[in-house]
């Protein structure tokens, strides 16, 4: 099966890339009927001009005067394109926005980083940007919740707070003269992260919501299977048996504006408590967070946590917005369809999650 994209020729800036055409050996019925539907589809790629570096941007008029914006230079007469993207107008402001860019940070964006270096009362972080982000030694919980200045003992001990390649949830706070990022981890929500895998999507694909860290609902996302909840757990304190058991099962989704995903076993970030219940917890129960005791996650659970990051990934290569109800619509369809968790990157689940999709999109008039 051989799939051969139409383009204009290479000169004048074509308006967008041509119809998927299928050709050749036995093509399957559905990736047929999906090519067929997406061609049909209102709201396709072609209601917007799809350039690529050095194609001439159609309807400027050079003499009546315009303002060059981002992605875009002007030579002999003609604004050409210098990203591949898309066309985007406002007035007289012509700019192309790109289909893949690093992550520009905005104050109050939740976002996830890995540690990449420690030293003078801060951690580096790499939150797929133009350059590193800052967390200050000031800007983090003490072990214990403790508020007061921090001594050379803190500095001392930053590495058992996060050392090297842990991955933190934080919160941009501010920015630096230089461009650099001031991030904060002042509530117990954010933190280390661990039981679970990252997944890096492009940052353009995360929908802004209200809440960034989500739950993942068993009924939405698995079909009500809750056999997780039954398992039993070995212990003699019948509360810690019972929390354990409320949490068996539960799958947490962080969406950071960074393009950073991490799908794991629930935690206190996605619990019920607010930030002054969780401020008001004792110092055993904080010290308990950075500590790094290691977590026994079921294979069952594990099992979830795969199904639920392959759901993002598909998202992802779809190039479809990836936000809590779209990835537990995934994670259900796989269930239903009888789709095991490494199967769902597979050509043939995509191919039928893009052609209900677009049917989804035909039934809403192209929503």
Same mark, same amino acid.
């Given at each position: 099966v051989f799939l051969s994209v139409a383009r204009a020729p290479r000169g004048r800036g074509r308006q967008a890339m041509g119809p998927i055409e299928i050709s050749g050996g036995e093509v399957p019925s559905g990736l047929r009927r999906a090519s067929t539907t997406l061609k049909n589809a209102p709201g396709s790629s072609g209601d917007a001009a799809f350039v690529t570096p050095g194609d001439t941007i159609e309807g400027v008029d050079v003499d009546d005067g315009f303002l060059r914006g981002h992605g875009t230079r002007v030579a002999d007469g003609r604004l050409l394109a210098t990203v591949c993207g898309t066309v985007e107008r406002v007035n007289k402001l012509v700019s192309v926005r790109p289909l893949?860019?690093?992550?520009?940070?905005?104050?109050? *964006?939740?976002?996830?980083?890995?540690?990449? *270096?420690?030293?003078?009362?801060?951690?580096?972080?790499?939150?797929?940007?133009?350059?590193?982000?800052?967390?200050?030694?000031?800007? &983090?919980?003490?072990?214990?919740?403790?508020?007061?200045?921090?001594?050379?003992?803190?500095?001392?001990?930053?590495?058992?707070?996060?050392?090297?390649?842990?991955?933190?949830?934080?919160?941009?706070?501010?920015?630096?003269?230089?461009? #650099?990022?001031?991030?904060?981890?002042?509530?117990?929500?954010?933190?280390?992260?661990?039981?679970?895998?990252? &997944?890096? &999507?492009?940052? !353009?694909?995360?929908?802004? &919501?209200?809440?960034?860290?989500?739950?993942? *609902?068993?009924?939405?996302?698995?079909?009500?299977?809750?056999?997780?909840?039954?398992? !039993?757990?070995?212990?003699?304190?019948?509360?810690?048996?019972?929390?354990?058991?409320?949490?068996?099962? *539960?799958?947490?989704?962080?969406?950071?504006?960074?393009?950073?995903?991490?799908?794991?076993?629930?935690?206190? #970030?996605?619990?019920e408590l607010n930030d002054d219940e969780l401020n008001a917890r004792d110092e055993d129960d904080v010290k308990k967070k950075t500590k790094r005791v290691q977590r026994v996650v079921s294979r069952a659970q594990r099992e979830r946590v795969c199904r639920v990051a392959n759901a993002v990934r598909v998202l992802s290569a779809l190039f479809l917005a990836i936000h809590p109800p779209a990835i537990e619509d995934v994670s259900l369809c796989s269930v239903e369809w009888g789709t095991r968790p490494k199967d769902m990157l597979s050509h043939a689940f995509l191919v039928r999650i893009l052609e209900r999709e677009t049917e989804r999109r035909l039934a809403k008039g192209g929503a």
């Amino acid at each position: 099966v051989f799939l051969s994209v139409a383009r204009a020729p290479r000169g004048r800036g074509r308006q967008a890339m041509g119809p998927i055409e299928i050709s050749g050996g036995e093509v399957p019925s559905g990736l047929r009927r999906a090519s067929t539907t997406l061609k049909n589809a209102p709201g396709s790629s072609g209601d917007a001009a799809f350039v690529t570096p050095g194609d001439t941007i159609e309807g400027v008029d050079v003499d009546d005067g315009f303002l060059r914006g981002h992605g875009t230079r002007v030579a002999d007469g003609r604004l050409l394109a210098t990203v591949c993207g898309t066309v985007e107008r406002v007035n007289k402001l012509v700019s192309v926005r790109p289909l893949r860019t690093r992550y520009v940070p905005e104050t109050g *964006d939740v976002v996830l980083g890995r540690v990449v *270096d420690i030293a003078g009362k801060r951690w580096k972080l790499d939150i797929g940007g133009r350059q590193d982000a800052v967390l200050q030694l000031g800007a &983090v919980h003490l072990p214990g919740g403790a508020q007061r200045r921090r001594n050379a003992v803190d500095e001392l001990n930053m590495r058992s707070l996060y050392k090297e390649n842990d991955l933190i949830s934080c919160e941009v706070q501010s920015f630096y003269a230089d461009g #650099a990022v001031a991030l904060h981890t002042r509530s117990l929500k954010y933190g280390r992260l661990a039981d679970g895998q990252l &997944v890096r &999507v492009p940052p !353009t694909l995360v929908k802004r &919501v209200k809440r960034h860290f989500h739950a993942i *609902d068993a009924a939405n996302a698995f079909g009500g299977d809750d056999g997780l909840a039954e398992e !039993t757990m070995s212990g003699n304190d019948g509360n810690d048996n019972k929390r354990k058991r409320e949490h068996t099962g *539960d799958v947490e989704v962080l969406l950071g504006c960074n393009g950073f995903v991490w799908v794991g076993a629930r935690s206190a #970030a996605t619990g019920e408590l607010n930030d002054d219940e969780l401020n008001a917890r004792d110092e055993d129960d904080v010290k308990k967070k950075t500590k790094r005791v290691q977590r026994v996650v079921s294979r069952a659970q594990r099992e979830r946590v795969c199904r639920v990051a392959n759901a993002v990934r598909v998202l992802s290569a779809l190039f479809l917005a990836i936000h809590p109800p779209a990835i537990e619509d995934v994670s259900l369809c796989s269930v239903e369809w009888g789709t095991r968790p490494k199967d769902m990157l597979s050509h043939a689940f995509l191919v039928r999650i893009l052609e209900r999709e677009t049917e989804r999109r035909l039934a809403k008039g192209g929503a």
